[in-house]
């Protein structure tokens, strides 16, 4: 997250809720698995359409899928296979807050994404 000179919870919450959409996506890092976390020797990374992760908390607990959308305004991720019913029948996907999932496969694609990633590796 930014860094903040004020030690007040009022303001700190004011710049995480204010934030511009290029550094939300920074804020929303998610947890590494254990094995991502030997091999790339570093805690979190921010969180891609293409990532598979684990949800660690409430009703869909254990649950594992691809990430399909990043709500970077609602702070929240959709994942491919977590959906209800609304009132017509139509399947909805269920928003999640990024605290709560785990990376446990990363989508490197990317190549400024693999290049990040090595470079953390090498203590970087």
Do not use: C
Not at 30 to 50: A, M
Not at 86 to 91: A, E, L, T
């Amino acid at each position: 997250m930014m860094k903040s000179k004020s030690k007040k919870p009022s303001k700190q919450r004011k710049r995480f809720f204010k934030a511009p959409l290029h550094r939300r996506g920074k804020i929303m890092s998610v947890h590494l698995s254990n094995d991502l976390k030997e091999k790339y020797g570093r805690r979190s990374f921010p969180i891609r359409v293409g990532d598979t992760v684990r949800v660690l908390r409430g009703d869909h607990k254990n649950m594992e899928g691809k990430v399909i959308r990043v709500d970077r305004k609602q702070y929240k991720v959709y994942i491919e296979n977590i959906f209800r019913e609304n009132s017509k029948g139509d399947r909805v996907h269920i928003p999640i807050h990024y605290s709560n999932l785990m990376i446990i496969n990363l989508d490197l694609s990317d190549e400024w994404r693999r290049r990040r990633l090595e470079s953390s590796q090498e203590g970087g």
